[in-house]
């Protein structure tokens, strides 16, 4: 765990890290700054890496992409995720949300994760996508493999063999939705995937690899992320009980309490970048080529920008944190992400008259230095 989130404020603001050779950014104004200036940190890290990785993986990944590229897939998605046309998905978002619940309602306790923060968001993105909801349990094991396979590149990277970027897990992905947008042509359908299928940029249509990679993208940011926020809201509410009595009686303070939860225990607990050039960064020269992380989840607990960074308060606002990232590379699900932790958080008030952890079966974090969230939640609901 790192040390900010028990309390600790980062010595350095910017330090390199001799062993993994990339430079740690830990302040607010800072990677504000970063995230503010693409053209300097560029996002296609792979540039660092070169031949690591096949062209066919890469198109299509908004998160490794800059400039032009980026503008252009970006607007051409952007509109699948706006505050308004994901408002369209309340209903059926608050419809599987009660399914779900349906199912442990006689029970006294419950699993979180299990339950319902995983499940709830896989479902919403395959049928968004247009994709079988039932293959859900394949797609877990593509995002454990995911996981484990940028676990491993962080252990490997100090080794001149470990260079590599490992993308080798997305292979099966693609050739899932190779096939799915191979149908979409044939026979369209109301779904994303048809729209990405058929979409144009200046009279150009989107390639296979562009569709295939986008597609798996969403598929995998659009759950686990989501999946951690709301366990991470729940662990918070459960370790401050008097706000979670209050979030109980006035409900227009769910909104700020997942906002705080995102500051709190940020899910995605950073942004990487390249160097393209010399740059300074709180007084620290970085050389051009540098891979460069920058700390959205300590930047969230800077006490130059937040009162009381390391006290939980769910009344809390404004609260700018970081958590979606900020700039041309704000996360493009932020608004989905938001609904749906809102509906369940909800219906798990709602419905429940408890949620607490019980001491005798903690809750178990992911161990993963990007990802802050719990992989097991159980809970005491009555
Ligand atoms: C980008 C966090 C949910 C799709 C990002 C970034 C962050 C983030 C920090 C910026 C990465 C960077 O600057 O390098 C989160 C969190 C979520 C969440 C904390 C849940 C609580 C979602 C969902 C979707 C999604 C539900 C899709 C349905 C994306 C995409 C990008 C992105 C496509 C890349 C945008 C770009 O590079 O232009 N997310 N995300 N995310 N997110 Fe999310």
Redesign the pocket.
């Given at each position: 765990q790192h040390a900010w989130l028990r309390g600790q404020q980062p010595e350095a603001t910017v330090e390199y890290d001799e062993k993994q050779r990339h430079w740690n950014v830990f302040g607010y104004p800072e990677t504000v700054d970063i995230?503010a200036d693409p053209a300097t940190f560029a996002?296609d890290v792979t540039r660092l890496y070169p031949d690591s990785i096949p062209e066919s993986l890469k198109d299509g990944d908004?998160?490794l992409?800059d400039g032009a590229d980026?503008r252009k897939l970006?607007k051409l998605t952007v509109h699948a995720?706006t505050p308004r046309t994901v408002a369209d998905l309340e209903p059926r978002i608050t419809e599987i949300c009660g399914e779900l619940l349906d199912k442990v309602a006689e029970q006294e306790r419950i699993e979180l994760v299990n339950d319902l923060a995983y499940s709830l968001?896989v479902i919403v993105?395959a049928e968004?996508l247009g994709v079988p909801s039932s293959d859900r349990d394949m797609f877990r094991e593509w995002a454990d493999e995911m996981l484990a396979a940028q676990m491993e590149w962080f252990d490997k990277k100090d080794q001149p063999q470990g260079e590599q970027m490992p993308l080798d897990f997305t292979a099966p992905i693609s050739d899932y939705f190779r096939e799915h947008a191979n149908e979409r042509r044939k026979r369209p359908r109301q779904d994303l995937l048809t729209r990405l299928v058929e979409a144009e940029v200046d009279g150009e249509r989107l390639t296979d690899d562009q569709v295939t990679t986008f597609a798996g993208?969403?598929l995998t940011?659009?759950?686990i992320?989501?999946t951690?926020?709301l366990g991470n809201t729940v662990v918070c509410l459960d370790a401050h009980p008097e706000q979670q009595a209050r979030v109980r009686a006035d409900r227009s303070m769910v909104p700020t309490a997942i906002e705080e939860a995102?500051r709190f225990l940020?899910?995605?607990a950073h942004?990487?970048r390249a160097t393209t050039t010399d740059v300074e960064v709180a007084g620290q020269r970085i050389p051009a080529d540098q891979l460069v992380i920058a700390w959205?989840s300590a930047a969230n607990r800077d006490p130059r920008q937040f009162d009381r960074p390391h006290a939980f308060d769910v009344t809390r606002d404004p609260n700018p944190h970081l958590?979606?990232?900020r700039?041309?590379?704000?996360?493009?699900?932020?608004p989905?992400?938001r609904l749906e932790?809102r509906i369940a958080l909800n219906a798990l008030l709602d419905r429940f008259p408890a949620l607490h952890t019980d001491p005798g079966d903690p809750p178990v974090f992911m161990e993963h230095m990007s990802f802050t969230g719990v992989r097991r939640l159980p809970l005491r609901i009555r």
């Open positions: 995230l996002s908004l998160t992409m980026h970006r995720f968001p993105i968004l993208l969403l940011a659009g759950h992320t989501t951690m926020l995102l940020s899910p995605v942004a990487i959205m958590g979606f990232g700039g041309v590379h704000f996360c493009l699900g932020a989905l992400a932790s």
